[in-house]
C-alpha cells in the first residue's frame, strides 16, 4: 500500500501546489504569500485528516511533500505560469485542483482502510483530505469556498472512496485499482465541471 499511498500523494501535493500558486498570483500576492498559499493548498487537508485518526502529520516526519512543494512552485515561477491570459489560467487552475480532489481522495481513503474504519469513515477521511486544503486556501483568500457553490466537487471525493471501500471489500486492492479509479474520479470531476454538473437545491 505504500508505493500507491506515495504516488498518489505526491501526485496530489504537486497539483494542489499548482492550484494554490495560481490564486496567489490571481491575487497578486508577494512571495511569501504565494508560499503560504500553496503550502496550505497542499498540506491543510492531510494535516486535518492525520489528526483525526491521531496521527503525527506526515509534512513533520517526511521531508518529501515539502522538495514537492518547492520543486513544483519553483518549475512555476521558472515557466512564468501566472503570466498567461486568464482563460489559459481558469483552465490550467480547474485541471490541477481536479487531480489534487482525485488523488487525495484516493490516499485518504487508503488510510481509512489501512486503519480499518468502515465505509463512513473511509468517506469521511477521504472527503477531508481532498477538500480541507482547497477550504483552507479559498477561506484565506476570502473567496467563497469550491466545496459550497460546486456541488460535484465534494460528491466526487464522497463517490472515489466509496468504490474503493467496495473493491477492498470485494478482495480487489492494488495499484491498478487506484489509478484507473483515479482515472474515472477525473474524468468525472472534469466532465461535471463541463457540462455544470448540480445535485438537487433546497427550494427548486
Known amino acids: 500500500m505504500q508505493l500507491q499511498f506515495d504516488v498518489l500523494f505526491l501526485i496530489g501535493t504537486a497539483a494542489f501546489t499548482i492550484s494554490g500558486y495560481l490564486v496567489g498570483a490571481t491575487k ?6 504565494v508560499v503560504i498559499l500553496a503550502l496550505l493548498t497542499a498540506i491543510g487537508g492531510g494535516m486535518i485528516r492525520d489528526v483525526l485518526v491521531d496521527r503525527v502529520p506526515r509534512i513533520f516526519l517526511d521531508a518529501g511533500p515539502l522538495y514537492t512543494i518547492f520543486a513544483t512552485l519553483l518549475v512555476a515561477w521558472a515557466i512564468k505560469l501566472h503570466q498567461r491570459n486568464r482563460g489559459l489560467l481558469y483552465k490550467i487552475f480547474i485541471v490541477a485542483d481536479s487531480i489534487g480532489l482525485v488523488a ?6 487508503q488510510i481509512g482502510l489501512d486503519v480499518g ?6 468517506a469521511f477521511l477521504a472527503f477531508v483530505t481532498a477538500v480541507g486544503g482547497g477550504l483552507v486556501r479559498d477561506m484565506m483568500v476570502n473567496d467563497v469556498p469550491f466545496i459550497l457553490h460546486e456541488d460535484f466537487y465534494g460528491t466526487v471525493a464522497i463517490l472515489v472512496a466509496a468504490l474503493l471501500y467496495a473493491a477492498a471489500q470485494s478482495g480487489w486492492r ?3 485499482v487506484e489509478w484507473i479509479l483515479f482515472t474515472v474520479g477525473l474524468g468525472l470531476r472534469l466532465v461535471a465541471h463541463l457540462r455544470d454538473f448540480r445535485l438537487p437545491r ?3
Open 28 to 33: 497578486r500576492f508577494d512571495v511569501l504569500g
Open 202 to 204: 433546497v427550494g427548486h
Open 117 to 122: 474504519l468502515n465505509l463512513f469513515g473511509v
Open 174 to 176: 492494488g495499484l491498478w
Open 104 to 109: 487525495f481522495s484516493i490516499a485518504g481513503a
